[in-house]
């Protein structure tokens, strides 16, 4: 059985969306979730958020609602975004991470339109997991998030959402049917073609 480490923040509405399509791969395969902070994937990368690029941002949420209409998949945008997504990240890892912790806690936002720091739905949600903000700040639920970025980032993960398979990374919504070609032993993964994308060579450097 091979296992995949699905990397995700409750903050990328593409994870949300793979999220939802988790359930096309094929079924003997187990997904460890992995709850990490997109910030410092993109701090250790020296990196930019879509939602930090003007333009950028205004074509991120457009593309996500055309890719919700196009899978079947109910979204409605949060109040606001970015939002701080470490509450959500530390209850996931307090409650285990299972599939339906996450699923929940991404619907809660993506569907729900919901933030952390609507503190009446916040509270709702908290009772509804029998959870408290102690809970959150346990300091073996940090260090597990510290964990997850640290196992990321030494995996290659540079943005959410990722699948590592077999040392290999799927990033992003796009990837998904790249992601089940390999776990299906596609053979583009042994081609000339691929090794040649592989062996590109690096030309001229962008001036800082």
């Known amino acids: 059985m091979k296992k995949i480490d699905w990397y995700f923040d409750f903050i990328s509405p593409f994870s949300y969306l793979q999220g939802?399509?988790?359930h096309t791969l094929p079924a003997e395969v187990e997904i460890r979730y992995k709850?990490?902070?997109f910030a410092g994937l993109l701090n250790h990368w020296d990196n930019k958020g879509p939602a930090e690029i003007a333009p950028k941002?205004?074509?991120t949420f457009e593309h996500c609602a055309w890719l919700a209409c196009k899978h079947g998949i109910p979204m409605t945008m949060p109040p606001h975004h970015p939002f701080n997504p470490l509450p959500l990240l530390r209850l996931a890892i307090a409650l285990g991470s299972s599939p339906?912790?996450?699923q929940r806690l991404f619907r809660w936002v993506w569907r729900e339109?919901?933030?952390p720091t609507d503190e009446i739905y916040w509270q709702a949600l908290?009772?509804?997991f029998d959870a408290t903000p102690e809970m959150l700040d346990a300091p073996g639920v940090k260090q597990q998030l510290r964990a997850n970025g640290e196992a990321a980032i030494a995996a290659g993960v540079f943005g959410v959402p990722t699948a590592v398979v077999d040392?290999?990374?799927f990033w992003g919504l796009d990837s998904t049917d790249m992601l089940i070609a390999w776990l299906r032993d596609d053979p583009f993964f042994s081609s000339?073609?691929?090794r040649q994308a592989q062996q590109l060579p690096q030309g001229v450097h962008r001036k800082t």
Do not use: I, S
């Open 20 to 22: 939802e399509l988790l």
């Open 35 to 37: 709850p990490v902070l």
């Open 57 to 59: 941002r205004t074509w």
């Open 100 to 102: 339906e912790v996450v």
């Open 113 to 115: 339109g919901r933030v």
């Open 126 to 128: 908290l009772k509804e």
């Open 167 to 169: 040392n290999r990374c």
């Open 192 to 194: 000339e073609q691929l």
